[in-house]
């Protein structure tokens, strides 16, 4: 069984993660519905002493398409280990997507928790292949 286990096992591990910005703002008289352009960004620090160790940065802005009614900033950073040589794996390709898809269910959620708001219709974010968007 224990065999088993350490096949399954990814090499990818998040060690730890947390928001670094979360930051919603809406003025009084807003629209009911209001269109929304989002953006999405990632970032990848690599560990100058460590090179299996890696930040991943996930970030999302949000703005109204009127006259800047709602801002949303959020910022996530996934800190991860890579236990794999880096000539079996391309090691950035692989924080690249697999770290995104990691971190973005909470990105989600976040968001859908700082949007519901009174006045204001939440924002649910479907669950999507997020590392697919980034290769457009």
Same mark, same amino acid.
Do not use: C
């Given at each position: 069984?224990?065999? %088993?286990?350490?096949?399954?096992?990814? *090499?990818?591990?998040?060690? #730890? $993660?947390?928001?670094?910005? +979360?930051?919603?703002?809406? !003025?009084?008289?807003?629209?009911?519905?209001?269109?929304?352009?989002?953006?999405?960004?990632?970032?990848?620090?690599?560990?100058?002493?460590?090179?299996?160790?890696?930040?991943?940065?996930?970030?999302?802005?949000? %703005?109204?398409?009127?006259?800047?009614? *709602?801002?949303?900033?959020? #910022? $996530?950073?996934?800190?991860? +280990?890579?236990?794999?040589? !880096?000539?079996?794996?391309?090691?950035?390709?692989?924080?690249?997507?697999?770290?995104?898809?990691?971190?973005?269910?909470?990105?989600?959620?976040?968001?859908?928790?700082?949007?519901?708001?009174?006045?204001?219709?939440?924002?649910?974010?479907?669950?999507?292949?997020?590392?697919?968007?980034?290769?457009?």
């Amino acid at each position: 069984m224990k065999e %088993t286990t350490n096949l399954a096992k990814s *090499v990818l591990e998040l060690k #730890s $993660l947390y928001f670094d910005t +979360i930051e919603f703002r809406r !003025k009084e008289n807003i629209v009911a519905n209001p269109e929304l352009n989002m953006n999405f960004s990632r970032e990848v620090k690599q560990d100058a002493q460590n090179p299996n160790h890696f930040w991943l940065t996930l970030g999302t802005n949000i %703005t109204d398409k009127q006259k800047d009614a *709602v801002v949303i900033n959020l #910022s $996530l950073v996934g800190e991860f +280990i890579v236990s794999a040589d !880096k000539d079996s794996f391309d090691i950035l390709r692989l924080i690249k997507e697999n770290g995104v898809a990691i971190l973005f269910p909470y990105l989600r959620s976040e968001l859908t928790l700082l949007t519901t708001q009174p006045g204001f219709q939440p924002i649910v974010l479907p669950a999507v292949n997020i590392a697919k968007m980034f290769q457009k």
